[in-house]
């Protein structure tokens, strides 16, 4: 009686054990202010505090429009989360926002309210509507696949500070 009471008392501690293990691999990592875009990169909560830190810093300001239940959204984060080279610059180079609602500052919507929308503003607090993508009729709009032109979207803004200010 004895043996098979110890018995039945290791076997339950193992399964415990092994369902606590299973539990604690489930749980969620907790959200973070990069919202899945890149969880190396330091991001600024608000716009206001993205300006301030962008003239502040002689940084440019990324702002990225988006929306949590949008596919387009949701491939654009993946690939832009997955290019080294964009993290990189993107932690390095950049003040960075992830905005999932408007702002007041109507000139980071000037040819309307679509995600996903990315835009530029340079030290001085210009909004450099000079950068765009590819499409004519969603001026600020990029696909997975346009990430190459993403990265030399980085670099011109990173350029225009230079030349510029």
Known sequence: ????????????????????????????????????W????????????GLYQAKKSNKPLMVIHHLEDCQYCQALKKAFAENEEIQEMA?????????MHETTDKNLSPDGQYVPRIMFVDPSLTVRADITGRYSNRLYTYEPQDIPFLIENMKKALRLIQTEL
């Not at 018995?7 to 691999?25: E, G, T």
């Not at 890149?38 to 505090?49: H, L, N, R, S």
């Open 38 to 49: 890149g969880d190396e990169i330091t991001w600024v909560q608000t716009y206001e505090e």
């Open 91 to 99: 932690q390095n180079n950049f003040v960075m926002l992830n905005l």
């Open 1 to 36: 009686m004895l043996h098979s009471t110890l018995a039945l008392s290791l076997l339950l501690i193992a399964v415990s054990s092994n369902l606590a293990m299973a539990i604690k691999k489930e749980k969620r990592i907790p959200q973070t202010l990069s919202r899945g």
